[in-house]
Nanobody, 127 residues
Framework: QVQLVESGGGLVQAGGSLRLSCAAS????????MGWFRQAPGKEREFVAA????????PYTDSVKGRFTISRDNARNTVYLQMNSLKPEDTAGYYC????????????????????WGQGTQVTVSS
């Protein structure tokens, strides 16, 4: 069992930055690939970024390429999402998720594949 707790969301002006954190419980964090997803009102949950157990990153969704960076610190059981040059269309609830893999270089971009989810943190970008 893994419990995930996101933090770092808030209200920011367009062009600003936020860093989201997702702290995981348990001693097996390094056994999980991690992902960040977001969901705006009335829209489906969409993939944002993912990182393998070994720290390799998946291709980012097109709308955040060059602006967002995912990283992980296995010693701290934490995954991060650094968000720069924020735009109003980035406004959404942001969720981290964990997927167990025995392989170190796997990841998934589908929310259906993930085993555990956090409660989410709201990001609001004003114009």
């Amino acid at each position: 069992q893994v419990q995930l707790v996101e933090s770092g969301g808030g209200l920011v002006q367009a062009g600003g930055s936020l860093r989201l954190s997702c702290a995981a419980s348990g001693r097996t964090f390094s056994s999980y690939a991690m992902g960040w997803f977001r969901q705006a009102p009335g829209k489906e949950r969409e993939f944002v970024a993912a990182i393998t157990r070994s720290g390799a990153t998946a291709p980012y969704t097109d709308s955040v390429k060059g602006r967002f960076t995912i990283s992980r610190d296995n010693a701290r059981n934490t995954v991060y999402l650094q968000m720069n040059s924020l735009k109003p269309e980035d406004t959404a609830g942001y969720y981290c998720a964990a997927k167990f893999y025995s392989q170190t270089n796997y990841y998934s971009t589908s929310p259906r594949d993930y085993d555990y989810w956090g409660q989410g943190t709201q990001v609001t970008v004003s114009s």
